[in-house]
């Protein structure tokens, strides 16, 4: 009998890089090496369009139902990654957005 493998079976496989990843690239910081230099800080700031912009590409991936939970969402991991918004904590940002200052755009 043996094995019954398609031979026209093609796998599609997608990388979509993390939200972390894709903020940090937002920083525009140089390249390290990551074997030597652990646990950095990354001070630097983000604008509010950049996190839109991350949102909107970790959207398929989100779990919140609309693009405001996303940015909500990206907001929570640049504060863990430790940057800023426009020189804003993200968590102030985030209150804004829950008390209707800062407006999100929709999908």
């Known amino acids: 009998m043996g094995n019954s493998v398609p031979k026209d079976l093609e796998h599609q496989i997608e990388v ?3 939200a972390s990843a894709l903020i940090i690239k937002a920083l525009k910081e140089p390249p390290r090496d ?18 839109v912009a991350v949102a909107r590409q970790m959207r398929p ?3 919140a ?10 907001l929570g991991t640049a504060q863990s990654v430790g940057c800023t918004i426009d020189g804003r904590p ?7 957005i829950n008390s209707g200052k800062v407006e999100c755009p929709s999908d």
């Open 90 to 96: 993200p968590h102030d940002v985030i209150d804004d």
């Open 34 to 51: 990551r074997k030597k230099v652990k646990n950095i800080k990354h001070s630097g700031s983000v604008t509010f369009d950049e996190i």
């Open 65 to 74: 139902r609309e693009l405001s939970g996303t940015i909500k969402e990206i």
């Open 16 to 18: 979509v890089p993390s």
């Open 61 to 63: 991936r989100s779990i």
